[in-house]
Structures are given as structure tokens and as C-alpha cells.
């Protein structure tokens, strides 16, 4: 049986519940305000994208790191807030942060080929 | 040395999962990850056998040196087949979904896995994926080899390509679902007392496969993607002439394909854990580190898939690294041989089938990794790559170890599974002809490839036929030890003994119930407040 | 625990060795054991449910991080590869259609997390509200990419079947990307290095169509599965203490979301 009171249409901040004996349960009602405040955040963040974009920092290194970085940043506030990350147990953010991780190993490993291969072999690049 | 005696007869709880209703649909259509299992392994052993005989084809032809027994194109898709076949019907889903799905929910005290339901969906996926591939063999085969290499897969092959490409997709998602389903298992389904540290191996074994499983598969499944649609569509993603890179292919493919050999090897080193605990009549040594060193591979080997391309045309700095890295992997695979021969040390050894099996694990997956070095080494690899000794050296681990394993998972379990005891002199022999036949076939290939035999011929110098035909005649050999069970096993369903809760005085949880037992596992909901292999508290048993 | 061969365990007996306590109580007879309907037969209460569901959905979704990861990096590999003929592919993107989308699919991630919050604190009506406009926006989204589609098809760049390295004479975006930037223009004025232009722009094309074509198809599914949702929670399926199916399938349509965060800049924002 479920520990949490209801209330409807109310817009708490939190469900009053007993600690659950389950590690990272959590009954935490992320307030409709953070989620408005998060969707500014991201608006800002595209705005902020598109201009980059125009403006030359860089060359095609600068701009891509630039761009990476925005849309890091973007897609944090998008797994912390909406996906609820940041309330979650530490097992949803060990397994949130090892996806991402092991594409990192895709990447990292693949490009270490790709990226030595016109020191090493230009006639193989 | 001590014996285990058997009960002469125990009567049979009324209702247990498999008499609780028998007809089709009940089957079909079953949540019950017990009949799940039951349904994987019947299937599972016919793509086994299916794969065996195109093995046999292939030893047959290679057995004289000429090319007399068929035309290359049909030695082509017979080898791709018995790759196909054995590596993604038969190896990966193997232990995991038989073994796997019968006994984790009951190793861990819960009446059934996270979400029965995708369990149900993986095995039709299995069944789909398998009869799709099949249906590609059958109708005119495929002959790229189960690497399925660009440009040659993606531009250049004639046959069902697709077809096969889209049957192994599909198999991916069920693979990809069974290991979900083991990962929140084990994870939320544990019965009270029952922390991680008290797990048995094989939970620990299998829990780090489901990892390899749902992390490295989705790669394949879109690399496999990019090749149907390259063939469908005639752009050059992996067409040199296009601007694309064959090597891109590799990469991508062995990104998952090196870890899913690690999928294959690692439950069985789960199964070997509870038999060797069993049979020495002891705890584990070192069980932390045997724990720790299945997660240790399961990470480890997701950073070595580099070592299948050092002739290929990757940079030389990557081929370096991953040949550091690759050194690396053996270390947890070592630290589980020496803790098991540590537990043998000064145990109470049971010469039961199972521990046959064992033991012959043991010594050839040793023997398998230790030629993997040769093979993790650069120099050394540019001249073994692509010759028998690679076949030798997968064949040791994949063959002398996960089907070592699996069978020996299968005779201890047995019991289990069917509520009887199979005859254990049947089972001895077998394991002993098995593993003989085993020997005989594929160290010869050492040689072979050492001398230079190239793999994937069908004809090859006379002299090195006196090698192949050892192999071959290890190959029927191994091919009957292979049979035996499949009669005894059959067999023992009707005839077998009644087996009783726990006939090898075991410990674990699933010997703690019935034989078979009920459907939702337990009568009541165990509580466990011991560690895993609590031998030494048990009375020792009277010879 | 203590075992011995002499006597046979009765198997007819309810907990087999009796060191062992058992968690079962008092009101457990053999079947009768009272659970919400809600919560399936072989979890312990609610919460397991939940907590499975939810980790069970975030395992998949490592999956899908793969999977699209591997296609992103063919992609990052050509990019590297073939830079003049990227920027030439990103600059025949259609920016505001781009940039549409992606306002699109973020304003959708809100009204997704404002549908679980409706759920959360029992509110029927809000529920239905906030999943249409998801599912409006959803639709709105494939719209754009429909018609991005047919841009693409009009302007000849499908790969392999209708495809024309862009004329500046013809194209405002290729005179402009000549003009500015030296490197494309060098490339583009050398005849043997055009015709590599050509196939390697439509290997940037083959990327886009197959990124934006799984996304679009993901996309798809969670339309679906939204609908779905929508019927069910209209039916009054949905409470503040079960409603684990919108919050999971929210986590689904939040990681599309990701994609395409990513997706938008590496496709369409090559500007220089």
C-alpha cells in the first residue's frame, strides 16, 4: 500500500510520507514552478545556440565545442528536472550517468583511431 | 572423498509450475519465468544441434584437403551459418535464458522476474528473430560469415543478407530484455536479509552479463541497421568508393561483438562457481573478488574490441592501446581461475557429473585465455589472425568453456528443473567423451594455424591433413558426447529418479524448495541471514 | 543451517528448514494476501512496483542512448572526415524549421512533466489537458519535419535516387557558404575534389535522413504510447498513488527530447 496522502489540485512541494524503507524512493512533487523556470532556462539556452551558431568562435573546433557544450548543458536541466533526476535514487543516477558514460567509450576509443590515423597513415585517412 | 547419497524416494509437492496446467496455451502463453526458461532451453538446444551440423559439414569437407565435398559458395554460408546459428541463437541466450531466467528470481527469494510479460516478449523476439534467420538460410543462405564485414556484406554478397541481418536485430531486443529484466531483478526483488554480499555467484555472474547485454547490444543492432540500409538503399556508408569506411563497420560491430563473448564466458564462470562451491563442499575463496572481478570484465571488456582490426587499417596508436587493454582483461578472468582452484584446495571433491564438467572448464578456458594473450599481443597476432589458431583460441573459451559450463549448469540443475535424477554414469561417460573429443578437436588447430592454415578454406596443402583429420575425428566424437545427454537427459523425465528438494545437498535458495517447484516459487517468502556458501555449517554427510 | 541424508525433507511442509524465519504473517493463509489492484502479483507492495518500473525504464533508455549513439558517431567520424562537405549539407538545412522543432519538442518535455505533476497531485482533468498538447505538439513536430522532408525532396538532395550537389547559380545557401568561407570554395572551384563533394555530401544526407528518420520514428511511438495514456487516464485509470505508466512513458518522450537537443546542433548548426 502506497504511503502518500493525496491532494488533489494542490500544488505542494511535498507529499507527506513516512521515509520509505526502499533506498531512493522518493514521493518529492517537483513544483509547477520549477518546471516553468526550467523551460525559461531552456528557451534561453536555444536562443543562445542559434547565435552562436552565426557568430565564428573558432572555426569548426570552437563552434562544435560551443555547441556541445550548450546542448550539455541543456540536456542536464532536461534528465535533473523533468526527468526527475535530481530527486531520484542513486542507482537511477549511476545508471542515468553509465549510459552515457559507455557512449563516451564508443566515442572516445572509435575517435583515438580516427583522429591518429592522418599522423600515422595518411594514405589509410 | 565424499559421496553424495540420494534419496531413495521423496514424494512430489502436488502442484508445482509444470503440472499446474498442461495445455498449449498455458505454454504459450505463460508468465512463469520457470516455463520460460524450460521454453528457451528446448529451443536453444534445437539451434545448438542446427548449428552442430553445419559443424560437422565442415569438419566432413576438411577432412581431406581437397575441396570434394562442396562448392565454396555452400562452404561459405555453411561456416556462416554455424556462426550465425551458435553465436546469437545458441551462446548468448544460453545460459541467461535458461538457466538465467529459471533460477534468478528463486536464487533471490521472489516469486518471479521484474516484468514477466518482456519476458515473455523476449523469448517470441528469440523465436521470431531465429525462425527469420533460418527462413534466410534456408532460402539460398548467406555466405559473409557471422562478422558480416563491409564492404563485402553490404555491397557485394549475393544471398539473404537482409533477411538474416533482420532476424538477428530482432533476436537483439530479446537479448536486450532478458537483461533488463535480470538487472531490476536483482536489483529490487531481493527477499529480506539478502544483500548483495550474501548473493550467490551466479546471480553476481549474470547480473554483470545483463549489464554487457543492455549497454553493448544497441550498438550492433544499429550497426546491422546501417548495413540493411546501405544494401537497400546503394549509399555508401560503408563503401570506400562512396566516401565511407569499411573499418567504421568494425569498429561498431566489434564494439558490441567482443563484449558479447564476454555475455557467453561469464555466466558459465557463474554456473562453475556454484558447482566448484558445491563439490569441494565449500565457500568460495575469495567470494568478494570473484563478485567484484564479473562486474571488473564486464567493464573491462567493453574497452578492448580494437584487437580484432590490428591487421585491418586502424591507426597504429589505437591498435597499441587496445593491445594494453586487451592484457588487462585476462587479470579478473585469472583472479576467478585461481579463487576456484583455491576453494578445490583442501575441499571434500565430489566426482559428480557436474563437477566434471567443471573442472574440464577449468582447465580449458585456462588454457583458452592464456592463448588469448597470443593473441591480445601485436606481434604475434599479425601472424595467427585469420588462421586456426584464432579458431582454436574462441573455440577453447567458447566451446571448452560456456558449453562446459552450460551442460554442467543443465546436469546440476536438472533435478530442479524436472523433479528427477538423471543416471549419473551416463552423465560421467558423457562428460568424459565430451571432453576428450573436445581436445582432440581443436588443439590440433593450434598447430594449424600456428603453421599457417588459414581459417574460412575449404581446401588447404596436403600436409597439413593429418591435423585436420585428428580434428575431424575429434569433431565426431565431441559430436556424440554432445548426443548422449539429449537421451539420457530425455530419458530421465519419465524413468529418472524422484529427485527430492536438494539431492546434492546444495545451498542457495532454489534448493530450499521443491523439485520442481510450485509455481510462485516458495510456499512462504524466505528470509536468508547467512552468506552464500555456508558448506561449513552443514553436518558433514556420512559416506 | 543443518542437513542431514538420513531424513528426507517433507516437501509438504511449508518453509523446509525451520532455522530460517519466515516473513510471511499471520493473515497469509495460502493465497490470501490483500494488495491494491493496481500492484501485480509478484511484487511486495506499490513502491517495489514502481521502483522496478522506473529502473526497468531507465535500462532502456541506456539502450536507446546506444543506439542512437552509434549512428551519431558514423556521423561525428564523416564530420571529421569530410568538414567542407558538411558544412555544405548543414547550410541546406532549413534553420527555422529546425528551430521550430526544436521550441516544439522542449514547450512538449514541459507539458509532459506538467501532465505527471497533474497526475501526481490527482488531477483527472489536468492529466488529459497537459498529454494533448503533448500529443499536439508531437504531431506539429512531425508536421515540420514532413514538410522539411519534401524541401529536401524538391531541392534534390535524397541520396542515391534524387541528388544534385547545389549550384550556387540555383542556391542562395551555396553562393553564401562560397563567398564566406575559403576552404568550401576551394574545394568546390577544384573539378576532382567536386565530384568527392558530391559523394560526400550525400553521405551527410544519408546520416541526416537516417538520424532524423529514427528520431521521427521514435517520435511515432510515443505518440502512440501518449495516446494511450491519454484513453486511459480520461477512464479514470490513473491516481495520485498509481501512476507509474505516465511517469515512465514521460521519461521515454524526455529522452526524444535529448536526442534532438543534440541532433539539432550537429545537423543543422555546421556554420563554419
Not at chain 2, 556462416?80 to 536464487?107: D, E, Y
Request: glycine share 8%; proline share 5%; aromatic share 16%.
Amino acid at each position: 500500500m502506497s504511503e502518500t496522502t493525496n491532494k488533489p489540485h494542490a500544488d505542494t512541494r511535498h507529499a507527506a510520507t513516512p521515509e520509505g524503507t526502499r533506498a531512493g524512493h522518493e514521493h518529492h512533487i517537483v513544483p509547477v514552478r520549477t518546471y516553468l523556470l526550467v523551460f525559461s532556462v531552456l528557451m534561453v539556452l536555444l536562443i543562445a545556440t542559434i547565435v552562436a551558431a552565426k557568430v565564428d568562435i573558432g572555426g569548426a573546433v570552437g563552434g562544435l565545442i560551443v555547441a556541445f557544450t550548450i546542448a550539455t548543458i541543456k540536456a542536464v536541466f532536461v534528465i535533473l528536472y523533468f526527468m526527475h533526476v535530481k530527486y531520484s535514487s542513486r542507482l537511477t543516477w549511476v545508471f542515468a550517468g553509465a549510459a552515457f558514460f559507455w557512449l563516451g567509450i564508443l566515442f572516445v576509443m572509435t575517435l583515438a583511431d580516427y583522429l591518429s590515423r592522418p599522423h600515422v597513415a595518411p594514405w589509410a585517412y | 572423498m565424499t559421496a553424495i547419497n540420494y534419496p531413495e524416494s521423496a514424494p512430489v509437492v502436488e502442484e508445482n509450475y509444470l503440472n499446474v496446467s498442461y495445455d498449449v496455451k498455458s505454454w504459450l502463453l505463460t508468465l512463469d519465468h520457470k516455463r520460460i526458461g524450460v521454453l528457451y532451453m528446448i529451443t536453444v538446444t534445437l539451434f545448438f544441434f542446427l548449428g552442430g551440423f553445419a559443424a560437422i559439414m565442415l569438419r566432413l569437407e576438411l577432412a581431406t584437403p581437397k575441396a570434394d565435398l562442396m562448392q565454396t559458395e555452400m562452404y561459405n554460408r555453411m561456416f556462416t551459418m554455424h556462426g550465425v546459428l551458435m553465436v546469437f541463437f545458441f551462446l548468448i541466450p544460453a545460459i541467461p535464458s535458461v538457466l538465467g531466467n529459471f533460477l534468478i528470481p528463486i536464487m533471490v527469494g521472489a516469486k518471479d522476474m521484474a516484468f514477466p510479460r518482456i519476458n515473455l516478449l523476449s523469448w517470441y523476439l528469440y523465436m521470431t528473430g531465429g525462425t527469420i534467420v533460418l527462413v534466410s538460410i534456408i532460402f539460398g543462405g548467406l555466405d559473409t560469415g557471422w562478422t558480416f564485414y563491409t564492404p563485402y556484406s553490404s555491397q557485394f554478397a549475393i544471398g539473404n543478407v537482409i533477411l538474416a541481418l533482420v532476424g538477428i536485430f530482432i533476436n537483439g531486443f530479446g537479448s536486450i530484455f532478458t537483461g533488463l529484466n535480470i538487472i531490476v531483478t536483482v536489483h529490487k526483488m531481493r527477499a529480506p536479509g539478502l544483500t548483495w554480499g550474501r548473493l550467490p555467484l551466479f546471480v553476481w555472474a549474470n547480473y554483470a552479463t545483463s549489464l554487457i547485454m543492455v549497454l553493448g547490444t544497441p550498438v550492433v543492432a544499429i550497426t546491422l541497421g546501417l548495413v540493411v540500409v546501405e544494401r537497400l538503399w546503394g549509399v555508401g556508408i560503408f563503401d570506400y568508393r562512396l566516401g565511407g569506411d569499411p573499418i567504421l563497420f568494425q569498429h561498431l560491430f566489434w564494439f558490441y561483438s567482443h563484449p558479447a563473448v564476454y555475455i557467453m564466458v561469464l555466466p558459465a564462470m557463474g554456473v562453475i562457481s556454484e558447482l566448484i562451491a558445491c563439490f569441494s563442499r565449500r565457500r568460495i575463496f575469495g567470494y568478494e573478488f570473484v563478485a567484484i572481478s564479473s562486474l571488473a570484465i564486464a567493464f573491462v571488456g567493453f574497452l578492448v574490441w580494437g584487437h580484432h582490426m590490428f591487421v585491418s587499417g586502424q591507426s597504429i596508436y589505437g591498435a597499441m592501446i587496445f593491445s594494453f587493454l586487451s592484457f588487462f582483461v585476462a587479470i579478473p578472468s585469472a583472479v576467478k581461475v585461481f579463487n576456484w582452484t583455491a576453494t578445490l584446495y583442501k575441499g571434500s571433491i565430489v566426482w559428480s557429473t557436474p563437477m566434471m564438467y567443471a573442472l574440464g572448464f577449468i582447465g580449458l578456458f585456462t588454457v583458452g585465455g592464456l592463448t588469448g594473450l597470443f593473441c591480445a599481443s601485436l606481434g604475434t597476432n599479425i601472424h595467427i589472425h585469420d588462421t586456426y589458431f584464432i579458431i582454436a583460441h574462441f573455440h577453447y573459451i567458447m566451446v571448452g568453456g560456456t558449453i562446459m559450463g552450460y551442460l554442467g549448469g543443465i546436469h546440476f540443475w536438472w533435478p530442479k528443473i524436472t523433479g528427477r535424477l538423471y543416471n549419473e554414469t551416463a552423465g560421467k561417460v558423457s562428460a568424459v567423451i565430451v571432453f576428450l573429443g573436445f581436445n582432440l578437436t581443436f588443439f590440433p588447430q593450434f598447430i594449424l594455424g600456428y603453421v599457417g592454415m588459414p581459417r574460412r578454406y575449404h581446401f588447404y596443402p596436403e600436409e597439413f591433413q593429418l591435423l585436420n583429420v585428428m580434428s575431424s575425428a575429434g569433431a565426431t566424437i565431441l559430436g556424440f558426447g554432445y548426443l548422449m545427454p539429449l537421451v539420457y537427459l530425455i530419458w530421465s523425465l519419465r524413468h529418472g529418479k524422484i529427485a527430492g528438494p536438494n539431492p546434492w545437498q546444495a545451498t542457495g535458495l532454489e534448493w530450499e524448495t521443491s523439485s520442481p517447484p510450485p509455481p510462485e516459487n516458495f510456499l512462504e517468502k524466505p528470509v536468508v541471514n547467512h552468506e552464500a556458501y555456508n558448506y561449513h555449517e552443514q553436518e558433514p554427510t556420512p559416506n | 543451517m543443518t542437513q542431514s541424508t538420513a531424513s528426507i525433507p517433507d516437501p509438504h511442509a511449508g518453509p523446509l528448514h525451520d532455522d530460517h524465519a519466515h516473513a510471511g504473517d499471520a493473515a497469509q493463509g495460502g493465497h490470501g494476501h490483500s494488495h491494491p489492484a493496481h500492484v501485480a502479483h509478484h511484487f511486495d507492495d506499490a513502491e517495489q512496483q514502481k521502483d522496478a518500473a522506473t529502473l526497468g525504464m531507465w535500462c532502456f533508455l541506456a539502450t536507446e542512448v546506444l543506439f542512437f549513439g552509434g549512428l551519431f558517431l558514423g556521423y561525428a567520424i564523416y564530420r571529421q572526415r569530410y568538414p567542407e562537405a558538411f558544412l555544405i549539407g548543414s547550410h541546406h538545412l532549413k534553420l527555422t524549421h529546425g528551430t521550430v522543432n526544436t521550441f516544439i519538442l522542449l514547450f512538449s518535455s514541459l507539458t509532459v512533466a506538467l501532465s505527471v505533476h497533474a497526475a501526481a497531485t490527482g488531477n483527472r482533468k489536468g492529466i488529459v489537458r497537459y498529454l494533448i498538447g503533448t500529443l499536439i505538439l508531437g504531431f506539429a513536430f512531425l508536421g515540420v519535419k514532413a514538410s522539411e522532408y519534401y524541401g529536401e525532396y524538391q531541392e534534390k538532395l535524397i541520396p542515391k535516387l534524387l541528388f544534385e550537389l547545389p549550384d550556387p547559380a540555383h542556391s542562395e545557401h551555396m553562393k553564401e557558404l562560397l563567398e564566406h568561407n575559403p576552404r568550401v570554395k576551394a574545394a568546390y572551384d577544384d573539378p576532382v575534389r567536386r565530384k568527392g563533394l558530391e559523394q560526400q555530401l550525400q553521405l551527410f544526407f544519408v546520416f541526416y535522413f537516417c538520424m532524423t528518420g529514427l528520431h521521427a520514428s521514435h517520435m511515432i511511438i510515443g505518440i502512440g504510447v501518449m495516446s494511450w495514456l491519454t484513453w486511459r487516464a480520461h477512464k479514470g485509470h490513473f491516481s495520485a498513488e498509481y501512476h507509474t505508466p505516465i511517469e515512465i512513458s514521460g521519461l521515454y518522450w524526455h529522452f526524444v527530447d535529448i536526442v534532438w537537443i543534440f541532433l539539432f546542433p550537429m545537423t543543422y548548426l555546421l556554420r563554419h
